[in-house]
């Protein structure tokens, strides 16, 4: 791909290999990033621009970024090859969510700025708005994408496993078989030659053509998956585990965008006094418009004017304020000719974007949900850009603020601030929001915060807590200075940033206690039912607090009413471990719920003891975990309990839990799709994987299983007959079939017929659903074991046997004629056992095997070199291949009706 580079000389094309570090490279809208850069100029005014970043963190709501302020300022491109100015970069890591550097300019004008993630565009990324030009810092492996991306990952199925150990087995058997054809036969003359001849011979043991099979079925798998019109839209990312998903024990599961739909809704703010939801919320409305209206709202008694109802509608008033400030979004305006971010300077253009659609840029929903519900009782963002953030109040009139300073949301810190002043009075302030855990200890003492935090979290609600501190133009200036050195910093940069920010994080006013709530996926109630019948255990794990993944596990149905729950203690050493595990060894069928330090502490001291007991229980909810965490449970659970594990995710967060399970699903969310893309299944809900797992999952292992079984039958058939061909005529290294015949039977004969096996099925997909208890009988393995196959062994020995001795006895003066017998019977016997194994009747079934009979009876005539013509069509033929051919099915046949009659499947009680 080509790119346009800024040179002294003007701007020049040049191929995004030859791209090289300190380079100047302009991007335009919608082209992707060919390399890490530093944002130097933008054609947007205010000196940012937007990109996309789904494609290198799965991460759908755009970034903003910004453009170094000195070169901003200049008054064309070109004047940047008259400067004297170079940046620092830290050197090449992976972590795509932080930056370290500095600018620092020398001539005309001496400046120094520091440089941060909100500087950069990383390559793999698309701009969104506008014409960018940045400078090149990064190029090739150095790059953040290409750091990122690992080696591409294979999963092998339990099932390939098992066909591993088989054909193990059988590979031992050709060599013992082919060893004592040859202690029978002495070892007289080159007897390595005749070794090596009966391991040839006998080579059909090893079934060489399954592997084929069991591809060619997979891909079958795959494609029924995805055109499955009760799961739409789902992809299949790894064609080699369908089979895993007949055999889940363990599913482990996040919440937020997972079990819940990741769209938010505000439903409740709490102002310590006074509590408002949706049906008071006209109420907040009418208050905002009464504060910022110059008579009282009509038909309101003077009572309204009491110094107690100024200061409630003051409160409200201030909290809805906060949250209208205190965030990271940015609204869109939707232009009919070309999406543009529009700078409002004007009412006439304010009115203009009343008239256009407006969509709100935030790097989470939670955001949205606030800015939205402050639109809805009145208090409306129009603006915001790198330095102002503007409001429209219910009065109609506009509040401009000038931002000061922003404090992004980190997982480490737990909250985000910003430090605005007002330009109508000159106020300073800065406003806080974020978790009750981390703001309980900032904000100034109250009585209220802790138990309306957990009423809230006991509701489902998601909680932030909001507050404000006023700040002086002298506070303000010394912080200002300390900040700006922290910023500066090349080493430990956080850490002093986070430091100098701590100073002013003490006393805060506490304004308001906002609920938002995730509502619950489609029918997840009834899937997680659905699943807890099928027998396979749900974990739940999320880093949300306990007292939200409690009432989510709740409402979900994932703990059940009358359950009860055991409430993993904190705790912080060995001692403490001991007792608690103690203490929940006691209860019997209980959930466990435990937060992600107490895990910590539990695994490095008491993993195995741990593992026992969280495996034993019916459901375990783990709380604030982080992603490691995450990664970690799926592999101690199958290092402990040997089972198939299931992990599925909406998240980037959810990416190690995914890949690190046997099958590994990703829903298409809110966050992006990171998770899908990682992936090895993704669906659009929750619910689709009751179908996946109970239908799909049944079907594949259990096809798979009838394949590989009689693809391995087919091997040890011939190989009987030859063994006993060889030890009747006198330990001879002869084939029985040549040529064509031999390579005939594996696939023109056979193959079409025990292929079509991968369209039988044992129950319908209504029957699977409505009684998701036939799926517990899938965990144990036992459509492909060891006793399966040793009973497919004594199967191909008797009907080997029954044939071979059959042709021999009937058989008159030419051994051509033994070979037409019995390769006769062989074909006939295997297109019957293919109807025999088969649990229903398929059309195509029936067709493979017509065709391949015919096939068959026209190489009779074909082949003359193989067979008699005279004699394949006489009578003495006929009888003697029929008969032959009866013996060895119908006893079988018997067999299986009276197993069918005495020892039933589960599944037939059903049909």
């Known amino acids: 791909m080509k790119y346009v580079k800024l040179t002294k000389l003007g701007r020049v094309t040049v191929k995004s290999m030859k791209i090289k570090v300190g380079d100047l490279i302009v991007v335009e809208k919608d082209q992707r990033l060919p390399a890490d850069m530093v944002l130097i100029r933008t054609s947007e005014k205010t000196g940012s621009c937007f990109i996309r970043t789904d494609q290198l963190d799965g991460e759908t709501d755009w970034k903003l970024r910004l453009a170094v302020t000195s070169t901003q300022a200049l008054n064309s491109d070109e004047e940047l090859f008259d400067i004297a100015a170079q940046v620092y970069a830290e050197k090449p890591q992976r ?42 810092i990064y190029t090739g492996k150095e790059t953040r994408s290409a750091m990122n991306n690992s080696e591409p990952r294979s999963k092998v199925g339990l099932l390939d496993l098992e066909v591993n150990q ?51 079925g997979k891909a079958y798998y795959t494609w029924c998956i995805q055109r499955d019109k009760r799961i739409p839209d789902t992809v299949v990312r790894s064609t080699t585990i369908a089979e895993e998903l007949g055999r889940i024990s363990y599913l482990l599961s996040d919440k937020t965008g997972t079990l819940t739909q990741n769209v938010m809704h505000f439903r409740k703010l709490h102002l310590g006094t006074v509590s408002y939801s949706n049906e008071t919320f006209d109420e907040v409305a009418s208050l905002l ?15 309204l004017a009491s110094k107690m109802r100024r200061n409630v509608i003051t409160r409200v008033e201030d909290a809805v304020k906060a949250i209208a400030l205190c965030h990271n979004v ?69 509040e401009r603020y000038t931002i000061l300073q922003v404090f992004p949301f980190t997982s480490e810190t737990k909250r985000m601030g910003i430090i605005l002043r007002d330009e109508a009075t000159g106020d300073i302030a800065l406003y806080m929001k974020g978790a009750d855990t981390v703001m309980s200890k900032l904000v100034e003492f109250n009585d209220w915060l802790e138990e309306e935090c957990g009423n809230m979290a006991r509701e489902g609600l998601r909680t932030l807590v909001v507050a404000k501190r006023n700040l002086t133009p002298e506070e303000y200036t010394d912080f200002e200075a300390r900040y700006t050195a922290a910023k500066m910093a090349v080493v430990d940069r956080a850490a002093k940033q986070s430091n100098v920010i701590a100073t002013l994080e003490h006393n805060l006013e506490l304004l308001c206690l906002t609920g938002v709530e995730d509502k619950l996926q489609d029918n997840v109630r009834s899937t997680l039912e659905l699943l807890k019948n099928a027998g396979i255990k749900i974990w739940m794990l999320t880093g949300d607090k306990l007292e939200t993944a409690t009432c989510i596990a709740k409402s979900s149905r994932l703990i059940s009413r009358t359950q009860n729950i055991h409430v993993f203690a904190d705790v912080n050493n060995r001692a403490e471990a001991h007792e608690e595990l103690n203490n929940f060894r006691r209860k019997q069928d209980c959930a466990l719920v435990i937060k992600g330090e107490s895990l910590e502490v539990c ?78 299944f993704a669906l659009t809900q929750f619910s689709h994987i009751g179908r996946l797992l109970l239908v799909h999952g049944r079907r594949s292992y259990k096809r798979s299983a009838a394949l590989s079984q009689f693809v391995i039958h087919r091997g040890l058939i011939i190989s009987t007959m030859q063994a006993i061909f060889s030890a009747i005529f006198y330990f001879a290294s002869i084939a029985l079939y040549q040529g064509f015949l031999m390579v005939g039977f594996s696939t023109v004969y056979t193959m079409l017929p025990v292929f079509s096996l991968v369209l039988d099925r044992d129950v319908t997909s209504s029957v699977a659903m409505t009684y998701p208890e036939i799926y517990r009988d899938l965990s144990k393995g036992r459509s492909l074991s060891f006793k399966t196959f040793f009973i497919w062994v004594l199967i191909s020995i008797y009907q080997g046997g029954i044939i071979m001795y059959g042709a021999l006895i009937l058989f008159e003066d030419e051994l051509i004629h033994i070979v037409a017998i019995s390769f006769t019977a062989l ?16 059309p195509l079934m029936l067709g493979a095997e017509l065709i391949s009979f015919l096939l068959y009876v026209a190489t009779l005539y074909i082949f003359k070199e193989y067979f008699d013509i005279n004699f394949i069509q006489s009578s003495a033929f006929l009888w003697k291949v029929t008969v032959i051919t009866l013996l060895s099915c119908v006893p079988l046949y018997v067999l299986k009706f009276l197993h069918s009659k005495f020892a039933p499947p589960s599944y037939t009680k059903l049909a």
């Open 289 to 303: 418009a009464q504060y910022h209206s110059q008579t009282p709202v009509s038909g309101h008694s003077q009572a």
């Open 166 to 216: 088989l054909t193990k087995v059988l590979f031992g058997a050709v060599i013992s078989l082919a060893s004592l054809m040859l202690c029978l036969k002495g070892f007289d003359g080159p007897w390595y030659k005749y070794m090596f001849r009966f391991v040839l011979l006998f080579s059909y043991l090893i079934p060489i053509s399954l592997r084929v099979n069991l591809d060619m």
């Open 603 to 680: 695994l490095s001291n008491y993993e195995f003891e741990f593992l026992e007991l969280a495996s034993a229980s019916p459901c375990v909810v783990c709380c604030r975990c982080s992603p490691t965490q995450k990664a970690l449970i799926v592999e101690l659970i199958k290092k402990y309990t040997g089972k198939r594990t299931a992990a599925i995710g909406d998240g980037g967060n959810d990416v190690s839990m995914i890949q690190a399970a046997d099958a590994g699903i990703g829903i298409v969310g809110k966050e992006g799709r990171q998770a899908a893309l990682a992936s090895d």
């Open 330 to 398: 940015t609204p869109v305006y939707e232009d009919t000719e070309d999406d543009v971010i529009i700078d409002l300077v004007s009412e006439t253009e304010v009115n203009q974007h009343e008239r256009q659609n407006v969509t709100y840029q935030a790097s989470s929903p939670d955001e949205v949900a606030l800015v939205s519900w402050t639109e809805s009782v009145g208090m409306r963002l129009i603006s915001r850009d790198l330095t102002s953030i503007e409001l429209c109040n219910p009065g109609g009139r506009r």
């Open 827 to 842: 074909i006939i016997t295997e297109l019957i056992m293919v109807s025999l194994t088969a649990k229903t009747f398929h």
């Open 95 to 136: 972590d795509i969510h932080s930056f370290i550097g500095t600018y620092s300019q020398t001539s005309p004008t001496v400046s120094r700025e520091s440089l941060a993630i909100d500087n950069t565009l990383w390559c793999n990324t698309v701009l969104a708005s506008g014409t960018a030009i940045g400078l090149v």
